[in-house]
């Protein structure tokens, strides 16, 4: 039988995002599971630390980090954080599935719940999906949600 103790749900604060959260909220109400909630942040001062055209003081990582974990907080509500024992989670970095994937093993995550935005061929293959990046680098079973369908 499947044991699920903790479940991952990786956010973008997307629509995509938003109906990932759903599954792993039901997951995690079903199996009586811990629900984490993970955004990882853009480490904007690695990111252009080398490129030397843009100097970001230091408040603006800050900020950007304090208006996720704002986000967070609305996303997983006291319900959550009662029912599913919930934890809101902000990581930094330049590479979101490598965060996603470690977060992952340090947590003890039984699964992840993540969103795909449904890109296709030219977009994809420029983009490159973190969706993508986590079901193959993970060795945590991965639950991909698609798009909500436009009604």
Do not use: C, W
């Not at 973008?12 to 599971?33: N, V």
């Amino acid at each position: 039988m499947i044991q699920l103790r903790n479940v991952l749900v990786a956010t973008d604060f997307s629509k995509t995002s938003e109906a990932a959260l759903g599954y792993g909220r039901e997951l995690a109400r079903a199996f009586g599971a811990k629900l984490h909630v993970l955004h990882v942040a853009d480490n904007i001062m690695t990111r252009y630390a080398f490129d030397g055209s843009v100097v970001l003081p230091p408040e603006v990582q800050a900020d950007l980090e304090h208006s996720a974990q704002e986000q967070l907080d609305r996303l997983v509500g006291d319900d959550d954080r009662r029912a599913l024992r919930a934890v809101a989670v902000v990581r930094t970095s330049t590479t979101p599935a490598d965060s996603i994937v470690d977060y992952a093993k340090e947590a003890d995550i039984d699964l992840i719940v993540i969103g795909t935005h449904g890109r296709r061929a030219v977009a994809h293959l420029l983009l490159g999906s973190v969706a993508e990046q986590v079901v193959r680098t993970s060795r945590t079973p991965v639950l991909v949600v698609r798009p909500p369908s436009a009604a």
